[in-house]
C-alpha cells in the first residue's frame, strides 16, 4: 500500500508503428483500452500496429483482423458494434478516415504515428500527493452528490492510498495467475488510524491482461494484513463484509462531494476481491486494484453502495425488486454501475413511486466493455421501491463465471444503510437489496 495523489496508466506503443498518424489517433481514443499491445479484458488482439490489423483474425482465419474491424465499426447490429454502443461513437469522419485505411489493406505508412494504450483510470488525476483532484480549479461547492470529474477538496488532512494484487509477501510484485479462471481475496490492514471517510476512489489498473472484475469490500473483522487467497470459482461473501466499489471494464473513478463520505473504521481490515479469468495458455501478471483518497473530517451524509437487482435469472431477462430496508425517510442515489457479464445487452431501472409516476432512472444499453458508473440523482421517499430489469443476448443462468450472468444495479446512496434490507446476504454481505 502505497500513499500517493495519481493513478498507473499504460505507456505508448514505440514510435515506428506504420499507423498513419489521423488512423492512430482514432485508435488510440477508441479501442487502444481493451487491444493494448497485451490485450486486456479478453480482448483476442492487440491493435497497435499496422502489422496487428494485416495479422490473421483469431475468430476466423480466412480473414485478416482489418477486414473484421471494417464490419464491426460499420454493423448494424449493435451486440457486434464497435466501440462499444455505450462507448464514444466514431464520428463520421473518424469512420470515414478509419475505414478508407482498413479497406485499402491497413497497409503501413512511411510518416507513421504511435497509438497510445488509453488509461483506464478515467479523468487524469492530479498531481498533488494530498488531494484527488489536482486539476486546477477551485475547491468544490458542491453539495449532497458525486461526480466522474477531479474535485479539489482544500483538504490537508486528506490522503490516497493504493490496494493492489500482489504476490504472496511482496506488496511491491504483481500476482501471477495461470491458465483458467478463479476468484483471489488480497486482505490489507486499514492504512490509516482512527475512523477515516472515503472522499474519492480511483482506479488503478495497471497489468491486467486475465482481469475480469474487482471489488473492494470492508471486512467485519481484522485479517492478516497481506493475506493471498485464492477461493476458486466461489466468489462469496458470508463473514458480513460490506462492499465498497467495484471495477469491471470501462468502469470510471468516483469523487464526493465535500458533504458526502463512506465511513472506513481502522479496526477492521479490507478485501480486494480478484476475478481472474485467463483464456490463455500461458501464466498471466496482475498488479491492479483501487485508489481511495480519505480525510479525518466527518461528512454531512454517510454513503455506501447496495447490491439491487437479482440473483434470480434464468431466461432472456430477469427482473428484481428493491424493497428499501428503512423505510421512514427519503434515500439519495447519487450513482450508480449496471454489472452483467457477456451475454447482457440492456438494463433498465424504475423508481415506483407510493402513489404516483413511475420514474425511470436508468435505461441504457449494456456492454461488458464498458461497465461505466453513471452520475444518479434520484429520491426514493418513503414507500417506494426500484425495479431493475436486464436484457441477455440468449438464454442465461445466475452464476460467478463470465460464462454465466449476473443482473446488479450497484448503487451509491446515502444515508448508509438506508437502502439495504439485507436480501441476498448469504451471497454479498449485509448490503443487499435484491429480489
Known amino acids: 500500500m502505497t500513499t500517493t495523489g495519481t493513478a498507473g496508466s499504460a505507456g505508448p506503443a514505440e514510435a515506428a508503428s506504420g499507423v498513419p498518424c489521423d488512423v492512430a489517433k482514432i485508435v488510440s481514443q477508441h479501442c487502444s483500452l481493451c487491444h493494448a499491445a497485451t490485450p486486456r479484458f479478453s480482448a483476442p488482439m492487440p491493435l497497435i500496429t499496422a502489422a496487428d490489423f494485416r495479422a490473421a483474425a483469431k475468430s476466423n ?25 455505450t462507448s464514444s461513437k466514431l464520428s463520421d469522419a473518424d469512420k470515414q478516415t478509419f475505414g478508407a485505411w482498413l479497406k485499402a489493406g491497413a497497409m503501413s505508412a512511411a510518416n507513421s504515428c504511435p497509438v497510445t494504450e488509453k488509461s483506464t483510470d478515467g479523468p487524469a488525476a492530479g498531481s498533488g500527493g494530498t488531494g484527488a483532484g489536482g486539476s486546477g480549479a477551485p475547491p468544490s461547492t458542491r453539495s449532497g452528490g458525486a461526480t466522474i470529474e477531479p474535485q479539489e477538496y482544500n483538504d490537508p488532512d486528506m490522503k490516497c492510498y493504493k490496494f493492489l494484487t500482489h504476490a504472496r509477501g511482496n506488496f511491491d510484485a504483481p500476482y501471477v495467475q495461470g491458465a483458467g ?89 479490507y478485501t480486494l476481491e480478484a476475478h481472474m479469468n485467463n483464456s490463455g495458455l500461458s501464466a498471466q501478471e496482475d498488479h491492479n486494484g483501487v485508489e481511495v483518497c480519505v480525510t479525518s473530517k466527518v461528512p454531512t451524509h454517510i454513503a455506501d453502495i447496495t447490491w439491487v437487482g437479482t440473483d434470480s435469472i434464468a431466461g432472456t431477462s430477469a427482473v428484481g425488486t428493491c424493497t428499501p430496508g428503512n423505510r421512514s425517510q427519503p434515500i439519495h442515489i447519487i450513482a450508480a454501475q449496471p454489472h452483467m457479464h457477456k451475454q447482457g445487452r440492456h438494463m433498465k431501472t424504475v423508481v415506483n413511486h407510493k402513489g404516483g409516476m413511475p420514474e425511470v432512472i436508468h435505461d441504457n444499453p449494456f456492454d461488458f466493455d464498458d461497465q461505466r458508473y453513471y452520475v444518479k440523482n434520484a429520491v426514493l421517499m418513503p414507500g417506494d421501491t426500484m425495479t431493475t430489469t436486464c436484457s ?8 460467478p463465471s463470465t460464462n454465466q450472468e449476473m443482473c446488479y444495479f450497484f448503487s451509491v446512496a446515502w444515508p448508509a444503510g438506508a437502502l439495504n434490507n439485507s436480501s441476498g446476504a448469504l451471497l454479498h454481505g449485509d448490503n443487499t437489496c435484491l429480489n
Open 392 to 399: 441477455y443476448n440468449g438464454p442465461a443462468t445466475f452464476g
Open 181 to 269: 479462471e478463479q476468484y483471489v481475496n488480497f486482505t490489507y490492514k486499514a492504512p490509516w488510524t482512527g475512523t477515516a471517510y472515503m472522499r474519492a476512489i480511483k482506479i488503478a489498473v495497471g497489468k491486467a491482461p486475465a482481469l475480469h472484475h474487482w471489488l473492494l469490500f470492508k471486512d467485519a473483522t481484522a485479517k492478516p494484513d497481506g493475506q493471498v487467497s485464492e477461493v476458486g470459482l466461489l466468489g462469496v461473501h458470508t463473514d458480513g463484509a460490506e462492499l465498497l466499489y467495484g471495477w469491471a471494464p470501462g468502469a470510471t473513478p468516483l469523487y464526493f462531494d465535500p458533504d458526502v463520505g463512506m465511513k472506513l473504521p481502522s479496526n477492521v481490515s
Open 61 to 85: 482465419a480466412s480473414k485478416k483482423v482489418h477486414e473484421l474491424v471494417l464490419e464491426r465499426i460499420n454493423a448494424s447490429d449493435t451486440s457486434r458494434l464497435m466501440p462499444p454502443v
